[in-house]
């Protein structure tokens, strides 16, 4: 009877738990925790994301993917492209109070491009010559050559320098001060982010007052917790039925805003020879992994940019399916027996079906494949990072941007840089420089269109497949607009009404 007694009571007391939710809250599931929100210090496409609704840059990107002023409300371009005036809004406040100002942004220059500040993202503000103060609202930016991302690069999140150095200390992160529509009041490592809105944001004030990041990488335990009203948005796997959902649960779903690849780590001899990695390219069979691992909802996967943006090569045409010409371009390169590992984040299920696809496809020809699985933080940081692997299945983010210097340019292959895979080439440096040096958008376009077409005839990585982005959120949530650059875009403006 006791026994009996105590599982009532505990149901009880989940019942009242989930009765008594804040109705000015909404709680958004992630896949995974981000490591740092500093925006100095941002690996990966969650803490992109969640560092966004705390920190702005002088500019932010629009649904169409062009730059927009954010804490800038103006800018001009002078000297052929060697200068930037930016005209800074004068209505920003920092979380704590303090009034935003030019000085900030030079701070954060300088904290950026210092050599005692370990950043990931070093580079990309471009050949930067000097910044000069003109008055508390006015930045002048003086580039010693033409930048074509000079605009787009100011997107990164500008930093408080009244707050000093303590903005370095990975503390900040626990209790940051930015300018965003929303403050961090909690962080339970492993568990959740608790944000409230920011009262003196300077566009219209969040509607909804809090939000909630909770952290859940299995997928099934996502869905229940939607299916019991204990999370209001999450993205859901095609595999996952969601019949049950649609009674309290809309879907939003937009183009692609991420690849899916095979990547190799071209600091192994293995990997080197472009044969090799094209011929194994031949042997996956990609239509058919969609069909399997997406029930068909992707696409091919022909490089590292969307479809249907200016910088896009559309003459691109796949590898076929062929794996009498894989076996023979291995033969030829007298690499008949190869045995390499995949690893992989097993907390991404759909990752984990496209490595046993692959491991089959070749095991068919006679490559031997073994799966090693990590949590997405030792992966990140302790296996790519170190360059600690042979070959890895990872989803990456479009950066709808088309200068990819930072994840193709062979100088940011070192330890810490997000060239992971190592990749190498003489004539693809040459472009991503050029490319970075020009201002003319049709010149621009040229060169970007070659960087695709031999990123993907090298097989830098093996482009793999395309994945729309699809979520779900309660209907009582309304002015959600799906856009490709996540599925916290625009939460700020997002309201409740039953």
Not at 131 to 149: C, F, H, Q, V, W
Not at 276 to 294: D, M, P
Not at 395 to 414: G, N
Request: positive net charge; contains cysteine; proline residues 5%.
């Amino acid at each position: 009877m006791i026994r009996k007694f105590l599982v009532l009571l505990f149901l009880f007391i989940l019942s009242c738990g989930s009765e008594t939710r804040n109705p000015d809250e909404i709680i958004i599931a992630l896949d995974s925790e981000p490591q740092r929100i500093n925006p100095l210090f941002l690996t990966d496409l969650n803490s992109h994301m969640v560092s966004n609704l705390i920190f702005r840059g002088l500019v932010s990107i629009d649904e169409s993917g062009n730059p927009k002023p954010e804490l800038a409300k103006s800018w001009s371009i002078k000297d052929g492209g060697r200068e930037i005036i930016f005209h800074l809004r004068e209505d920003v406040y920092w979380h704590d109070g303090s009034k935003f100002k030019a000085q900030d942004v030079l701070f954060t220059y300088k904290l950026l491009t210092s050599q005692d500040t370990p950043s990931p993202r070093k580079g990309v503000l471009g050949p930067v010559e000097e910044i000069r103060i003109l008055d508390n609202y006015k930045i002048a930016i003086r580039y010693t050559e033409p930048y074509g991302s000079a605009i787009e690069s100011w997107r990164i999140g500008i930093l408080p320098k009244h707050l000093g150095e303590k903005v370095l200390d990975t503390s900040f992160d626990i209790n940051p001060i930015g300018t965003g529509p929303w403050r961090l009041t909690r962080w339970q490592r492993g568990h959740s982010i608790v944000f409230e809105a920011f009262d003196k944001f300077y566009y219209d004030i969040p509607k909804i007052r809090k939000i909630i990041l909770k952290f859940i990488p299995d997928q099934t335990t996502k869905y229940l917790e939607m299916k019991a009203g204990r999370v209001d948005v999450g993205e859901l796997p095609s595999y996952v039925k969601i019949y049950e959902l649609e009674e309290k649960f809309n879907q939003y779903k937009t183009d692609s805003f991420r690849y899916v690849c095979l990547g190799f780590n071209l600091l192994n001899p293995l990997f080197q020879d472009e044969k090799i990695r094209v011929a194994i390219a031949y042997l996956i069979n990609r239509n058919e992994l969609i069909k399997a691992v997406l029930n068909g909802k992707g696409n091919l996967s022909l490089g590292p940019y969307p479809r249907g943006v200016w910088y896009y090569n559309d003459r691109i045409k796949p590898y076929p399916y062929s794996p009498k010409r894989g076996k023979e371009i291995l033969k030829e390169v007298s690499a008949e027996n190869l045995n390499f590992k995949i690893f992989i984040n097993i907390e991404n299920k759909e990752l984990l079906k496209t490595a046993q696809f692959i491991q089959q496809a070749l095991k068919d020809v006679g490559v031997q494949t073994e799966i090693r699985v990590f949590d997405w933080q030792t992966l990140r940081h302790r296996i790519l990072e170190e360059k600690n692997f042979d070959a890895v299945v990872l989803s990456r983010a479009y950066l709808w941007d088309p200068d990819i210097y930072d994840l193709w340019h062979s100088s940011k292959a070192e330890r810490g840089g997000w060239n992971l895979f190592s990749f190498k080439d003489k004539e693809v440096d040459s472009l991503l420089e050029r490319g970075r040096k020009t201002v003319d958008t049709k010149v621009r376009a040229e060169i970007y269109r070659k960087v695709h077409k031999l990123l993907y005839e090298k097989q830098a990585c093996i482009f793999l497949y395309e994945t729309p982005l699809i979520f779900y959120a309660n209907k009582k949530i309304k002015g959600i607009k799906a856009n490709p650059q996540g599925m916290l875009y625009g939460v700020e403006k997002w309201f409740l009404k039953d």
